[in-house]
């Protein structure tokens, strides 16, 4: 079983910055799409965003466009999200995902495939 390991939460103010980490242990890494989701108190979790395994598409949810990046590099199993310009409206747990079977067909694709393994969460507080 594929282990995520996600880091660099923490608390930050409204319009700083944080980076996300989360490393995979396992040997395909770049097989594989990656994505993160969140999930703030009381509410559903939700997909932010999602990269295939090339980096050839990517995808973000409307409320994080222009503000968040994912990327990844697989030399060394990690997929970064780069969040900038907090809102509070972004305080949530924030939990990396591998799709072991999806197959993207385009950037959209990516957050309509099942994600099947996660990470433990990291909890992302933005404070006004």
């Known amino acids: 079983q594929v282990q995520l390991v996600e880091s660099g939460g923490g608390l930050v103010q409204a319009g700083g910055s944080l980076r996300l980490s989360c490393e995979a242990s396992?040997?395909?890494?770049?097989?594989?799409?990656m994505g993160w989701f969140r999930q703030a108190p009381g509410k559903e979790r939700e997909f932010v965003t999602g990269i295939s395994g090339g980096g050839r598409y990517f995808y973000y949810a409307d409320s994080v466009k222009g503000r968040f990046t994912i990327s990844r590099d697989n030399a060394k199993n990690t997929v970064y999200l780069q969040m900038n310009s907090l809102k509070p409206e972004d305080t949530a747990v924030y939990y990396c995902a591998r799709s072991t079977t999806g197959v993207p067909s385009s950037s959209y694709s990516l957050r309509l495939l099942p994600y099947d393994n996660w990470g433990q969460g990291t909890q992302v507080t933005v404070s006004s």
């Open positions: 396992g040997r395909t890494f770049s097989s594989y799409v």
